[in-house]
């Protein structure tokens, strides 16, 4: 089994920064996709970005290409997410999730989300 956990959620106002962790505990071995997905108030879940944790290769959401920004230190088994000129539409909870294979959308593993709130 895998644990994750998120961190570095908050309000921030529109065209701030934050930047968002994920720590995964367990058998991080059996993990080498990590992403990035966000539920907006009455939504659905979207994929907002995955690292490859073996080669550092990336795949981002049109929506927050240019602006959002993941990297990965695998020492610590952690995944950042740099999100900078956040916008309103960003507000959501954003889930890390792990995998063994490259997904947009299904993982085998999820944290418990944290909330992100942008102002206007």
């Known amino acids: 089994q895998v644990q994750l956990v998120e961190s570095g959620g908050g309000l921030v106002q529109a065209g701030g920064s934050l930047r968002l962790s994920c720590a995964a505990s367990?058998?991080?071995?059996?993990?080498?996709?990590m992403g990035w997905f966000r539920q907006g108030p009455g939504k659905e879940r979207e994929f907002v970005v995955v690292i490859k944790r073996s080669s550092g290769s990336t795949s981002y959401a049109d929506s927050v290409k240019g602006r959002f920004t993941i990297s990965r230190d695998n020492a610590k088994n952690t995944v950042y997410l740099q999100m900078n000129s956040l916008k309103p539409e960003d507000t959501a909870v954003y889930y890390c999730?792990?995998?063994?294979?490259?997904?947009?959308?299904?993982?085998?593993?999820w944290g418990q989300g944290t909330q992100v709130t942008v102002s206007s």
């Open positions: 999730a792990g995998g063994r294979y490259y997904s947009r959308s299904e993982y085998d593993y």
């Open positions: 367990g058998r991080t071995l059996s993990i080498d996709y």
